[in-house]
Nanobody, 116 residues
Framework: QVQLVESGGGLVQPGGSLRLSCSASGFTFSRCAMGWYRQAPGKERELVATITSRGSGTNYADSVKGRFTISRDNAKNTVYLQMNSLKPEDTAVYYC?????????WGQGTQVTVSS
């Protein structure tokens, strides 16, 4: 019954912003590190950002540093990805990930398209 549901994807013009949300259920969210990954057509899934269980530590891919911010609200069992200064190369399906004691669990993904 572990479930991750992403939302907030859509079409954005270059330089625009978008905020993704991931609602979690079926596990103790506040004790798990979370992450966002993305996969473009024909490419491998890649790490975007991670956040520790209490939100005190974050890591970002070099390609998104300074533009994206990962955050979480443990009271709402939700993790967010704020995306600013979007570029066409950010176009991908974005997936929410939960670290369940070292075993990753994935959401269904949400499409982000950056195009003029």
């Amino acid at each position: 019954q572990v479930q991750l549901v992403e939302s907030g994807g859509g079409l954005v013009q270059p330089g625009g912003s978008l905020r993704l949300s991931c609602s979690a259920s079926g596990f103790t969210f506040s004790r798990c590190a979370m992450g966002w990954y993305r996969q473009a057509p024909g490419k491998e899934r890649e790490l975007v950002a991670t956040i520790t269980s209490r939100g005190s530590g974050t890591n970002y891919a070099d390609s998104v540093k300074g533009r994206f911010t990962i955050s979480r609200d443990n009271a709402k069992n939700t993790v967010y990805l704020q995306m600013n200064s979007l570029k066409p190369e950010d176009t991908a399906v974005y997936y929410c990930n939960a670290d369940l004691g070292g075993y990753p669990f994935w959401g269904q993904g949400t499409q982000v398209t950056v195009s003029s």
